[in-house]
């Protein structure tokens, strides 16, 4: 789902790393190092097939779904992104962490549609606000809110085809990004596809269900996603799709930026199951409005360098996001 699968990793993983820097596996190994890149050097992605597979056809009259943004077409959004996280050590629970809640603005603009219907469209993010929840830790807060402001005025090239499939495209990141975000861009620049809002070849009615299927890469660990749309309702090119998203990791080491390999991180379970609705104008290249909850749990492993001795931790996060027209 386009960008909205994108913040939620990524703002994670931003939550995630903020976490780990105060346990004393972090102490150990650092996760954070410096790492340089120019602003004019981006990140040019390729994109990774994904399958879609029509499961049920809908009723009534059929119609075949596409987007046809015009040129020029611009949209402006808020995404709100809010998570919660509880954490086991060594199977002791380490108290709930009150992340900040974000909203980033996000701009999208439509450059140009070729004959075969690809849009080519610039997006940017204008605005990244961190708001702090009562009793949040001041730390957790400025730290998160330092490193998304990087993200502030970061953009981004891309060509989707009309079923809504990114085809290729660029970010172009900031050089003092975080180095764990910006492995994240880097891997999810590799899998595109996943941040799109795949519609089916076929011609649908109301009730028509369809499934995608497609490996993901992110902040070292490989996933497999499949997501379940259901086409509510269609009207003057407004479509209205019930979601659902699952993820599955199978055991496998973790491999980050600043971590050396004696530090070693086995991610034994990973499982996350999502659910929401989304309203697309198909005369526009982005979400119109969304809303998704996603529920996560994870089982890891880590060895501290130097040593042989593992420890182990257990988590569970839930996620809401939130699209609307700004």
């Given at each position: ?37 120019s602003t004019t050097d981006p990140v ?57 809640i974000v909203n980033t603005t996000i ?165 996350t199951e999502g659910q929401g609705r ?49």
């Amino acid at each position: 789902m386009k960008t909205v699968l994108l913040a939620s990793l990524l703002l994670s993983f931003v939550g995630w790393g903020e976490v780990l820097s105060e346990t004393t596996i972090a102490q150990a190994a650092p996760l954070f190092t410096a790492q340089q890149r120019s602003t004019t050097d981006p990140v040019t992605p390729t994109t990774t097939p994904i399958q879609v597979k029509l499961l049920d056809p809908g009723t009534g009259d059929r119609q075949v779904l596409r987007f046809k943004p015009a040129v020029g077409t611009r949209q402006v959004s808020l995404m709100t992104f809010e998570q919660a996280m509880t954490i086991s050590m060594m199977g002791q629970p380490i108290p709930a962490l009150d992340l900040p809640i974000v909203n980033t603005t996000i701009e999208v603009v439509v450059t140009k549609v070729e004959e075969n219907g690809d849009i080519h469209y610039q997006f940017t993010y204008p605005e990244v606000e961190v708001v702090a929840k009562p009793g949040a830790p001041s730390t957790l807060v400025e730290a998160t809110r330092s490193q998304l402001k990087k993200l502030q005025n970061t953009r981004g090239n891309f060509v989707m085809n009309s079923r809504g499939q990114i085809q290729s495209g660029r970010f172009e990141l900031p050089d003092n990004l975080d180095p764990l975000m910006r492995q994240t861009f880097e891997q999810l620049s590799q899998s595109l596809n996943q941040l799109s809002f795949p519609l089916p070849e076929e011609a649908v009615g109301i009730g028509a269900k369809w499934q995608t299927t497609a490996p993901i890469a992110i902040a070292g660990m490989s996933l497999t996603q499949t997501g379940t749309y259901e086409l509510v309702s269609f009207d003057n090119n407004t479509a209205t799709l019930n979601i659902q998203v699952n993820q599955a990791a199978a055991p496998q080491s973790i491999g980050l930026p600043g971590i050396p390999a004696s530090a070693r991180i086995q991610l034994k379970k990973l499982q996350t199951e999502g659910q929401g609705r989304s309203v697309l104008d198909l005369t526009k290249p982005f979400v119109l409005q969304s809303t998704l909850s996603m529920q996560s749990a994870s089982q890891m492993s880590f060895r501290n360098p130097g040593s042989n001795q593992e420890t182990a931790m257990t988590t569970q996060a839930t996620v809401q996001i939130k699209f609307q027209p700004k």
